[in-house]
């Protein structure tokens, strides 16, 4: 099964933090400034969403300290994305309002 492309939109209505960064050489190449699109649902996973492929992946590492990445999960759909952030929310009751993602 092949991963589906997740708009941004999508992404962002799902609590994802957007962090632009400044890099001469990126910007020089490419025209615009990278982003780090992300979310933390602990210390050590976080999900991690590319802007030039719209692809998302779960990420887990060793440590906040060292950051190191052990593994990686392909998120496959929006549904697969809504699941995780379910998985491993702290609340009894979604916050999310996920009529706006549908």
Not at 12 to 23: A, K, P, Q, R, Y
């Amino acid at each position: 099964m092949e991963q589906e492309k997740i708009d941004y939109d999508k992404i962002m209505t799902l609590g994802f933090n957007e962090e632009i960064g400044s890099d001469d050489v990126y910007y020089r190449q490419n025209g615009y400034e990278y982003a780090i699109v992300s979310k933390e649902l602990t210390k050590t996973i976080s999900l991690d969403w590319e802007k030039e492929t719209k692809l998302c992946r779960l990420i887990r590492i060793d440590s906040p300290k060292t950051g190191n990445i052990k593994a990686e999960l392909p998120i496959m759909n929006l549904q697969h994305l809504k699941d995780l952030i379910n998985f491993f929310s702290n609340e009894k009751e979604q916050t999310f309002d996920y009529s706006t993602c549908a």
